[in-house]
């Protein structure tokens, strides 16, 4: 048992070799068909630990096949237009993820002549690449000893080891991190870091645990004591800020819709958008004339949208408006044409008020 320290060693009692045996075996009997299994391929491997952050299996599965045959190689994503990417990325979310990992794959070709670098250090440095997309390359597709740490295996260890530190403490990672280190299979540790992610999807649940069909529960000090469904510990998440927009909804005299490329830094960089307004302006017609140089004249509302991120909920209001005059910045463009422009998710629920 493991509480309110910051060092890990493995209980004198704990049979390593006979707990990574139970959980490779059990892995490699029912490991699900999914396709970035078929190979080693640092590649893909890569692209599909990157569309998993923050993403259920189910809904990745047919982004990554799409993705693969568009780009199949390092060298067909980095000669791609940003643009096509983030349209390929449409719907995933988190796009910040598509730019880094386009970011990383031009050095990947620039630097390493297209070949996915080996070196811890070096696959490091490329952009985007954090700690558990370190391990998970690292183990997965070049079978080396590294922990691979995210919520699925801080879940299982923590019940394994009956580990009660607050797991949204970001020292916590550093503490499961020696744990896995300490009992990872050297021999096989592509299927032990796997096993441990998919017991964690699978079998070892934040909720109704199926510990009756769990391979390593001989091994589970938690199921032991009979409270695995109190761990792990974890603090609650800050409530989120909520802001107010007026969603402006503009046509000129053709019927054309403007839409206007957001920052390239910064929550949903460089997609496309209907402008938002903050709702505290008095006046979103002055609003836009100051802003925009231009003058518009709105005339009716639509439904009301919500969209939560993980941080922040927007609440936007539609407003319709037209204008006869030009627009500085952005372009305006027929309905048809919007599914060739990269939106994000809560742009799509705006355009349900064009139907």
């Known amino acids: ?38 190979n080693q391929d640092p590649y893909r491997i890569w692209v599909s ?59 990947v070709v620039e630097n390493y002549g297209g070949q996915v670098p080996s070196d811890k250090q070096e696959l490091k440095n490329l952009k985007g690449i954090g700690p558990y997309t ?13 922990p691979a740490i995210d919520g699925n295996v801080m ?3 923590s019940r394994v080891f009956h580990i009660e530190e607050d797991i949204a403490k970001p020292k916590t990672k550093k503490l499961f991190d020696d744990v896995v ?53 974890k603090s609650k998440k800050k409530k989120q ?34 402008p938002l307004v903050p709702k505290s302006v008095p006046s979103v017609e002055e609003w836009f004339e100051t802003e925009y140089g231009a003058q518009i004249m709105t005339h009716s509302k639509g439904e009301k949208v919500r969209h939560v991120f993980s941080h922040v909920i927007w609440d936007i209001e539609i407003i319709f408006a037209t204008t006869e005059s030009n627009v500085e910045s952005g372009i305006f ?7 060739e422009y990269p939106f994000p998710n809560v742009q799509y629920k705006i355009m349900k008020n064009l139907v």
């Open 134 to 146: 370190l391990g998970a390359i690292l183990s997965i597709a070049f079978d080396q000893p590294e």
């Open 241 to 274: 800020k909520q802001t107010d927009y007026f969603g402006l909804i503009l046509q000129n005299e053709k019927g054309e819709l403007y839409i206007q490329k957001r920052p390239e830094d910064g929550l949903l960089a460089n997609l496309w958008e209907f």
């Open 1 to 38: 048992m493991l509480k309110n320290s910051t060092t890990f060693s493995i209980p004198v009692l704990f049979d390593v070799h006979s707990f990574q045996h139970d959980l490779i075996t059990w892995y490699s009997k029912i490991k699900r068909d999914l396709p970035w299994r078929v």
């Open 181 to 233: 280190r300490e009992v990872i299979s050297h021999e096989d540790p592509s299927s032990f870091n796997q096993g441990l992610m998919e017991l964690g999807a699978l079998i070892c649940t934040p909720q109704k645990p199926k510990c009756d069909q769990c391979p390593v529960q001989e091994h589970c000090i938690a199921y032991s004591y009979g409270n695995q469904t109190d761990l792990p510990i």
């Open 333 to 339: 463009v027929p309905l048809e044409k919007l599914k």
């Open 155 to 157: 879940r299982v260890m």
């Open 49 to 107: 630990e990157i569309m998993l952050q923050q993403t259920q299996v189910d809904t990745v599965i047919p982004y990554f096949n799409h993705f693969m045959e568009r780009y199949p190689t390092v060298y067909d994503l980095a000669e791609a237009d940003e643009q096509d990417v983030l349209k390929s990325w449409e719907g995933l979310g988190y796009y910040s993820r598509a730019r880094n990992l386009h970011t990383a794959v031009k050095e």
